[in-house]
């Protein structure tokens, strides 16, 4: 197939943890989720567990999301979500095109070189003047699924766009929509980067959502148990190549691209 998508979910409980019927309910017929029960007073052999789910169902992308100093006996359910991404461009690039060129990773004036791809064709391609930028549209193989590059005008331009990504986006998107192909010479940077973050303090104490984390948390949907949230952690991958690009994460709840949930119970 040209284009792969996958989506999973599972609970790993604790193996004297018990969750209402509910839930249970809920978590097999609303997001087909599995429920594994697992000793989290064997760290080592728990983590190990979750870390092999976790490879299975992202082709070997996301590994060590958790290690088994994340665990103890207090933890009560770790809830993960895998998704995976594989497509091929509905035009590749030729691989004899790709040169080193320079590309500027941030506000030096100094670019670096690194791998670039070329190729000419016909694009969704348009210009935001109002936010110094200009996107183009990448579509893969079977046409229903693209990738959506923005590239700002300016070399310190990145953080202003970041800033205003959602708009920017939308307005992307919108304009995208409206435009017919046209000829374009591409230039994309050849990549591939792993990355791997503490949400913890982002959704806590940035985005306000910090009931989850404190011992006045309310999960008593899932359980009886007093419980509360002790991590997210987000864990993702991205290739992009001549081929086409490739994408894994692994995510909790929060869905928008990626997280792992540590529930404690809450001794208060």
Request: neutral net charge; aromatic residues 10%.
């Amino acid at each position: 197939s040209n284009v792969t998508l996958k989506l999973a979910n599972k609970l790993f409980i604790g193996k004297n943890f018990l969750i209402k019927p509910q839930y249970k309910q809920d978590l097999q017929t609303y997001y087909r989720s599995d429920i594994q029960p697992v000793d989290f007073s064997q760290k080592a052999q728990a983590a190990d567990t979750i870390n092999t789910w976790c490879q299975e169902k992202t082709n070997n992308r996301i590994n060590n999301i958790i290690q088994a100093g994340d665990l103890d006996p207090s933890t009560a359910l770790i809830l993960a979500n895998a998704v995976y991404f594989k497509g091929n461009w509905a035009h590749k690039f030729d691989p004899i095109n790709t040169v080193d060129r320079p590309f500027h990773k941030n506000a030096n004036p100094e670019p670096s070189p690194v791998p670039t791809m070329y190729r000419k064709g016909n694009y969704k391609y348009v210009e935001l003047p109002k936010h110094e930028a200009k996107c183009i549209e990448l579509p893969y193989a079977n046409k229903e699924v693209s990738m959506v590059i923005i590239l700002p005008d300016k070399i310190d331009g990145l953080s202003a766009i970041i800033n205003n990504l959602e708009t920017v986006s939308a307005e992307c998107s919108t304009r995208l929509a409206q435009t017919y192909e046209r000829e374009v010479r591409v230039f994309l940077p050849k990549f591939k980067t792993e990355t791997k973050l503490d949400l913890t303090d982002t959704l806590s104490a940035k985005m306000g959502l910090s009931e989850p984390f404190s011992n006045s948390a309310n999960f008593s949907g899932i359980s009886d148990v007093r419980l509360k949230i002790d991590k997210v952690v987000q864990k993702a991958f991205i290739e992009v190549n001549e081929e086409g690009s490739e994408a894994a994460a692994v995510t909790g709840k929060y869905t928008s691209f990626y997280f792992l949930h540590i529930l404690v119970y809450n001794q208060s």
